[in-house]
């Protein structure tokens, strides 16, 4: 994967991190949020803990590519 090749589902990871930290996020999703920390997109807030999920957010790299691409975020 590299920027220029995101999938429609790795796209929609970001969305969902950018609106939920991450926190919401399937084992499946997980092992691709793996390839996003690796592109620099999306950044560790807080690591797992003992009853609490990892946190996660959209790095300035990750915000600007989401905005190039104009897929608007709504954080709630």
């Known amino acids: 994967m ?3 090749n995101l999938n429609d589902e790795e796209i929609s990871m970001m ?3 950018a609106q939920t930290a991450g926190t919401r996020l399937n084992a499946r999703k997980r092992d691709e949020l793996q390839a996003l920390i ?3 997109l ?3 807030v807080e ?3 003992a009853g609490f999920a990892a946190e996660y957010r959209l790095t300035d790299k990750g915000q600007k590519m989401l905005d190039d691409r ?3 975020i ?3």
């Open 70 to 72: 104009g897929i608007g």
């Open 47 to 49: 690591e797992a803990r």
């Open 38 to 40: 690796a592109e620099g």
């Open 74 to 76: 709504t954080e709630s």
């Open 15 to 17: 969305c969902d991190i």
């Open 42 to 44: 999306v950044a560790v």
């Open 2 to 4: 590299t920027v220029q």
